[in-house]
């Protein structure tokens, strides 16, 4: 195997990992979302969890945050609970954090 065809299996490999994390990562912090909606829902234990689930499989309905977004504040409405698109938005960048650290970390 030539020094070209390594480099370029290395940074397939780097890539294929980099691209695993970072679902990893979104989806992470798309259940730390739906756990943190859950609780402004009144929702505990199975209720809590199922809704989180939700918001994790939400995600995969379009690229980028709007699907996840729309869900919630979609429930939120329906259940007259008063968050803002701003706050909802700032939950949503804090808890990518959170994510990022706690896989990063391990």
């Known amino acids: 195997m030539s020094q ?3 480099r370029k299996t290395a940074h397939e490999a780097k ?4 691209s695993e994390l970072a679902f990893k990562i979104t989806a992470r912090r798309n259940k ?4 943190w909606a859950a609780e402004l829902l009144g929702l505990t234990g199975e209720e809590a969890e199922a809704y989180a689930k939700s918001i994790v499989l939400a995600d995969f309905e379009e ?3 709007e699907d996840v977004y729309r869900k919630i504040k979609a429930d939120f409405t329906a259940a007259q609970c ?3 698109e701003h706050q ?6 804090r ?3 959170v994510a990022r650290q706690q ?3 391990g």
Request: aromatic letters at 6%; zero cysteines.
């Open 4 to 6: 070209f065809d390594k």
């Open 15 to 18: 890539y294929a990992h980099d």
């Open 32 to 35: 730390l979302l739906g756990t």
């Open 63 to 65: 690229a980028g945050d």
């Open 82 to 84: 008063e968050v803002s």
């Open 88 to 93: 909802i938005r700032r939950e949503i960048e």
């Open 95 to 97: 808890l990518l954090d």
């Open 103 to 105: 896989l990063t970390a």
